[in-house]
Nanobody
């Protein structure tokens, strides 16, 4: 299983960004996928997750109402649309996939939000 994340960059506070993660898993449609992030000097933290069908989503309180997670099962891709970005959102963002046997992580994509 390989995960490849794209879309990070440098933006100003209040702007938007969309991250993508392509997951080369045979069972992509079967399991939930999610996004985590790790800010400098901090532990990796949960951001959002979406169920296998895409019908259910979960968000950390810090991003609720600003971020939207979605997936395209035909393209084996999960997205994280981020609106109204804040300086505190600066972090390396990782996509995550778990097939109930192993945890898989993407290489991370850096999001930097300037004030």
């Amino acid at each position: 299983v390989q995960l490849q994340a794209f879309g990070g960059g440098l933006v100003q506070a209040g702007e938007s960004l969309r991250l993508s993660c392509t997951i080369s898993a045979r069972d992509f449609r079967t399991y939930a996928v999610g996004w985590f992030r790790q800010a400098p000097g901090k532990d990796r933290e949960f951001v959002a997750a979406i169920s296998y069908s895409g019908g259910s989503t979960t968000y950390d309180d810090s991003v609720k109402g600003r971020f939207t997670i979605s997936k395209d099962n035909d393209k084996s891709t999960v997205f994280l649309q981020m609106y109204n970005l804040e300086v505190a959102d600066t972090a390396v963002y990782y996509c995550h996939y778990n097939d109930e046997v192993n945890d898989y992580w993407g290489q991370g994509t850096l999001v930097t939000v300037s004030s």
